[in-house]
């Protein structure tokens, strides 16, 4: 079952058929006028996720067999045909993804809006093929999903209070669901940025110096990369250094 729709029930105790069948039909009932039919993806935004699904099963499996590599040449007793085998296998996977980089940027290049948008997304500091193309397959070419805020939920970035009376005044957390590789991907964005550009890595150090820990800062870097990449979609803009949006309000036009 999905999880928006599980999520507005209370737990039931009971996973079965038709307690799922019952919270579907009352979800369809109560939200009639506010739900949308479904629409088949794009073809190209498939290919893209079948790449770069592909392409994370490649990489786990070349990263498992360089650890075996690794463990098995601490044996003082080896066999040349597991030696071989383990480095033309790593060679072979390695092959399969630089096959997949290719056909994943031929693929963006064939198509002038999404190779435009890969190209606005990339212009952000850290953000490279691999998280343009992903947030790009994620939000449907940001046509399912266009604002910010609801991405950074739907990639469990986003940090929520949990706070009650004067009792219960909790520290805000993230819920850690959602994509794990673009999670994991915009997080090395963010390390990327917090070490080499600039501004980051100003607004990092003075958040560590404030006291904040490390990873809710790398954190709060992610919601701002995902805060950028929205705005020079929305705005069909390159990302500028230096930027900073002033509201017209408080500008003195006398």
């Keep these: 079952m999905p999880i928006d729709i599980a ?57 498992a067999i360089q650890n075996a590599i690794t463990s098995y040449q601490r044996h003082v007793v080896q066999v040349p045909l597991i030696v071989k085998a383990h480095h033309q296998t790593l060679k072979e996977l390695k092959k399969h993804i630089a096959e997949i980089d290719k056909e994943l940027d031929r693929l963006i290049r064939q198509n002038p809006i999404i190779s435009q948008m890969t190209n606005q997304l990339k212009s952000i500091p850290g953000v490279g093929l691999l998280l343009a193309s ?26 929520y209070q949990h706070r009650s009376g004067k009792s ?18 915009l997080m090395l964005a963010a390390r990327s940025v917090a070490t080499h550009n600039i501004s980051f890595r100003k607004y990092y150090v003075r958040k560590l110096a404030e006291g904040k820990a490390k990873q809710l800062v790398l954190n709060n870097i992610s919601n701002k990369l995902i ?10 803009s390159q990302y500028t250094e230096g930027y900073y949006s002033v509201n017209p309000l408080c500008l003195n036009l006398t």
């Excluded at 009971?14 to 039909?25: G, L, M, N």
């Excluded at 996720?49 to 592909?54: F, I, P, V």
């Excluded at 219960?168 to 991907?185: D, E, Q, S, V």
């Design 227 to 236: 805060k950028i990449a929205c705005a020079l979609i929305k705005n069909n």
């Design 7 to 63: 999520m507005n029930f209370d737990p039931v105790g009971h996973k079965t058929d038709p307690v799922d069948s019952r919270q579907i039909a009352e979800y369809a009932y109560r939200y009639s006028d506010e739900l949308r039919f479904w629409q088949p993806k794009d073809e190209i935004i498939e290919k893209i996720k079948q790449l770069l699904t592909a392409r994370e099963q490649f990489t786990k499996q070349s990263t």
């Design 168 to 185: 219960i005044h909790k520290a805000a957390h993230i819920r850690n669901f959602g994509p794990t590789y673009a999670r994991k991907l």
């Design 134 to 159: 992903d947030l790009i397959a994620i939000t449907g070419a940001f046509n399912d999903i266009s604002s910010y805020k609801t991405l950074s939920a739907f990639l469990g970035i986003c940090p």
